[in-house]
């Protein structure tokens, strides 16, 4: 099978998260990254562009002018990756997905509201794909979390119990990474809860399989000068009466990348965390305490696997499942079997989580008031 | 030195926490318990003592009685340990008070404000000292943590999170402990968060040196028939700027005896979690997480310390710590030093947890409304 | 019940393991201190015995005076421990015993193979008790493995690994406690394995219920000026074919007092670690790793339990649960039930473990030649 | 810059070890893989080939045909990996490196001594490279610890414990991955020790820099019916006076890939263990216990990380490094810079596995006698 070809919006030099999505592009070889605007100015973007080893003739100054001249190729690219601040996500994988180009976008969706709604509305126009990186679903583990969940091994749930706490924000910091996302004209009215928030919320989700009713919120903003959320507690309130909490926060000192998440229903509670991402903690109730762990004894065949138990797989090989997902999920496009992304996460997911922030802000804007979430649709 | 004389109310057969009183009392040999009414009967308090070793004469059928009796007796007790359920504490403390007899009394301190307000009266009556065993405050490292705080060793502080969570009343128990718990006529309006929930409040508010100022609370009762919470979300308002969640629940399938607090300053971080009381997880902004252990490198001359580094204490003698510092406190008051009991907990904290109760149960009727606490003034 | 009359020889100030003792033996209520040869002089040991709210008339300058004179009184002590250094064990056990006085010994046995032997003469020629206190025997969760192992669980047992790792001797100590244990003639020719290695050796022992047949032995003194071992390496084979290996070190640095064990079997292996006594996990092949814990799901009634699942107790509860073993021994013993002390390690375990210590010196000595370990027989 | 043009012997269809070779060449970009001998038979060699995108025309029958042809081609091959059971290591890599075809081979070296001694005429008579893939060494948590054993954090050391345990092997299995390696014609005379324990005692020789100049073993099979060995345990003498053990396993239950080495000198100790690799435990003493984690506070700049601390990488990223080590040092070669494989294992550490393997087998035989361990010297 050919590889599909890839393109890049951003993730230039002194980027974090393009190299990691070139790495999950990269590992099962279902990808080869030809074109990219990977940078704000021409210059940059050639001089990124050619230390991938990218045609300097597919080294582009912009997405537009990308999005235009490759759908001219006839070997142009079949998808791209959109892996810019915030506020360019919906303008760039707009321009794509008139071309009719796949596109595979970094969350949050958007860095307003505005913006998320004209992104649904190309997403709407196109038959091409939209996949949303909400890497932390891919886990071999989370997944066999939702499956044990949705085949009712915890019996009927009660209790969330989700956190993401990071401490690199503790103090007044500066340098690419921080700066974009502490503006709110780039990352948008959404601080922590933009950037790490968004993940917490979503991972309950798709592992509980339930839809978020309603929330009270009440953020901070810790570091003097900053000016969005550092942190931020929320209470939730799901379908059937299932009741969570969500902490998030980049000035918990001590935490590196601490995603966690506990659920518990009638039978059985689990829990997860990502910085051991191969385990999953499973206890029925009355009887002890099971370590679960990838593709070891009692988990079933989750097909996210590359190596036996006990040779630690992690957040690279996470990324690469959801990009390996993807591939399939581009190659039945081609072959004509419609817009099914199976489990990914897409433009619904991006609109809950659009919805999540500006509820979480104007809860706690309105001292912890409790604001519905109405149900989303998108195509 | 005389040990000193103690008597109990409660505790007698089946009965959970009186036992693991007497074993902390005993461990550091500083009591001789020598009378009780540990049951509700006379026929029951009686085979109870005798068991215990006690004379029958000094085994009796009421706290009344045995007030009035060992107050007459040149050797009668010099305090009593009130291990009842909940509704009995405030009536039991307040006959031995009016005997100028030592209180040692279990959380919460009543079942009702009514009662709690007479039991500040009868302490404001005596003379004699009057402790609460919130018992998790006497673990060596939480006194360590403490003392960091106050040091300032964590900078400003910003963010607490507190957490007590237990699985035993996941489906709809019976037996002695549960019954009880679960009356709102013995227990009070609280159930977990009378139970448990208080004692992750007073331990957060012990360690930071804080006070709450205001709460958002959303209590649930998820087993079907039950009259009282058993699961509860908080959100939490402290001075000087600092926020906090807290989680109980008594049905979150796979927790033991789940009590965890992590708190986070400008500077550094702690992390401490009951079932592994001897560690203290610290670090400091920009440097390695390090593990701090009871009488280990790095932390302080504690005082409450038995056996070095790595052979490990539990709760048995967190509650020896309490009984030891409650004979110092009273050896201290017979020799007319007044009233000062240190570290341990007292009336404030009691009422002070009856306030939190109050106001969870207050807020969560309210649908989350935000409500202050008032400073609690106590003798 | 009337509690038992208990003596103690050493553990005056400065001492470490005798005030361990006296916790163990007051934690369950079942003996009184009421007499002492505390110290190595008349007046140190007045001086410890009157801390300790002793009579001074039963503060004795030496431990053959203290026999003679608590066995010529109607209410002299019933039982006495021995917490010296080795070479006084077997004198002062023997002056006990001489008396009919039931003697509870701090291990190894003895200084010396002929001490040693002079001391199973004593107890032989006695009716009174002697047991050794080899504590860590007395874990609840060692007692549940065992009981595993015995009724099959594992399987046929293939390996046992077995280790026992501390750091306070890394450097040349001085003070109290390293000075007898790096002196020949009052620790014998063993250090660390004579101090610790017997405590591997014996729990290795204890919970397979195999003998070790031969061993083969490297031992190293890494201090320089040190004249014992303080680190050592033993292959050891035990009967039906099974294999072991046991590192005992007082020089590695970061272990605070790292007794583990792990034991594998044909169907299931099993792995705990004293500084985490509460747990014990338990792999069944082919199936995912149990946390099982003490009072907790999946283990059964141990009977050395005080408090739920969750609340934890250590070192002191562990010695506790070995006196009180103890102390039922005694009361059987006076009742005429002959010396049966049921799991209590006695002379046996002691002759075993200097049979243990001899071999690992002379095996090192000779290069790492197996030796054979003859069976002990013992009255 | 160009990616180097890689062929693969075996690792064809249900082969476990070549895909992860795959993956580790993959994940940096730095290889193609475009020629293979897959499989044992033509057939097999080009369906497993076509299945991974060969070229069919680059899909050969036998190693011995894919040297000749790939060296003739001007587009040929610039390095091989040979990935079969060891019995075919030595002739496949020097059929490559006859033609001035860089080799990275799977561990061990050989199936025997004279194959291996084969094989060290082969490197020394080709100007090519010659890596050998133990790929343990490339943990950045390794490479860590090694640097900070070499500048001295440990002092001088004293005691390794070096262990890999697994119980995959606990049951007679059958199957593509067991039938090879408990054949002796195939893999040698070593089971276990060949396939894990050449992994551990080369990890210990990598961290440490130490030398083992002696050894004494005792190798068991308990499996019946088993021709090599499936659990072994080794005591080890290195330069300097440090002493080791080492104990290797195929039959511990409950074990899935547990490689773990703990280092101890005169001033720290440090632990690691391969199922959490992004840790290391670093305890100077009389301080706290740190956690080192890769990108963390107070870890040198590896160089071989791809993510901020707290994503986790594994065991592809550890492989990847490998490759990447392994690329840069094939273009450095290219360069005419000479054989310098820099901190990659290679023939010498080859030789030494040999020797372990051999002098494990001869002492075990010989009832534990001490075998010294020779200087290797390779090209």
Redesign the interface.
């Known amino acids: 099978?050919a590889r599909i070809r890839l393109g890049m919006v951003g993730g230039g030099k002194d980027a974090?998260i393009g190299?990691?999505h070139?790495?999950g592009a990269?590992?099962?070889?279902q990808f080869d990254l030809v074109a990219g605007a990977l940078s704000s100015t021409p210059e940059k973007s050639l001089e990124s562009g050619l230390a991938l080893?990218l045609d300097p003739g597919r080294c582009y100054g912009s997405f537009a002018e990308m999005a235009r001249a490759e759908a001219a190729r006839p070997d142009g690219i079949e998808a791209v990756v959109i892996v810019t601040p915030n506020h360019v996500h919906a303008a760039a994988a707009s321009a794509f997905l008139a071309e009719g180009i796949h596109v595979i976008c970094d969350k949050p969706l958007a860095a307003t509201m505005e913006q998320a709604g004209m992104l649904a509305d190309a997403v709407q126009d196109s038959a091409a794909l939209f996949i949303l990186t909400h890497n932390y679903t891919a886990y071999p583990m989370i997944r066999e979390a939702r499956a044990m969940i949705a085949r009712g091994d915890?019996g009927p749930l009660?209790?969330v119990?989700a956190e993401y706490a990071?401490?690199?924000l503790?103090?007044d910091s500066t340098g690419k990474q921080a700066d974009w996302r502490g503006d709110p004209a780039r990352a948008g009215i959404g601080g922590a809860v933009g950037d790490i928030g968004t993940h917490a919320f979503n991972l309950a989700g798709f592992v509980t399989g339930l839809r978020a009713e309603a929330l009270?919120a009440?953020l901070?903003s810790?570091v003097p000068g900053r000016r969005v959320d550092d942190?931020g507690?929320v209470?939730l309130?799901y379908g059937g009466?299932v009741?969570?909490?969500l902490?998030f926060?980049q000035?918990?000192?001590?935490?590196?990348?601490?995603l966690r998440l506990?659920v518990?229903?009638?039978?059985?509670?689990?829990?997860w965390s990502?910085?051991?991402?191969e385990l999953l903690?499973?206890?029925?109730?009355?009887?002890?305490?099971?370590?679960?762990?990838r593709a070891?004894?009692?988990t079933g065949p989750a097909g996210l696997s590359?190596?036996?138990?006990?040779?630690?797989?992690?957040?690279?090989?996470a990324f690469a499942n959801l990009y390996t997902e993807a591939a399939a999920a581009i190659r039945a496009a081609r072959a004509g079997n419609g817009r099914d992304i199976g489990l990914l996460p897409g433009l619904k997911e991006g609109l809950e989580g659009m919805q999540f922030i500006a509820a979480c802000v104007e809860s706690s804007a309105q001292?912890?008031r409790?604001l519905p979430l109405d149900p989303v649709t998108a195509p």
Request: net charge negative; hydrophobic share 30%; proline share 6%.
């Open positions: 099978m974090l190299e990691v070139r790495l990269r590992l099962d070889g080893g915890l009660r209790v119990q990071q401490d690199w503790t103090r009270s009440d901070q810790f942190n507690h209470m309130r009466g009741r969570g909490m902490w926060s000035v918990a000192v001590g935490c590196g990348n601490g506990r518990f229903g009638a039978e059985a509670g689990i829990e990502q910085e051991e991402p903690w499973y206890t029925r109730f009355g009887e002890p305490r099971q370590r679960l762990t070891g004894p009692g590359r190596t036996p138990s006990g040779h630690p797989e992690g957040y690279i090989e001292d912890g409790w």
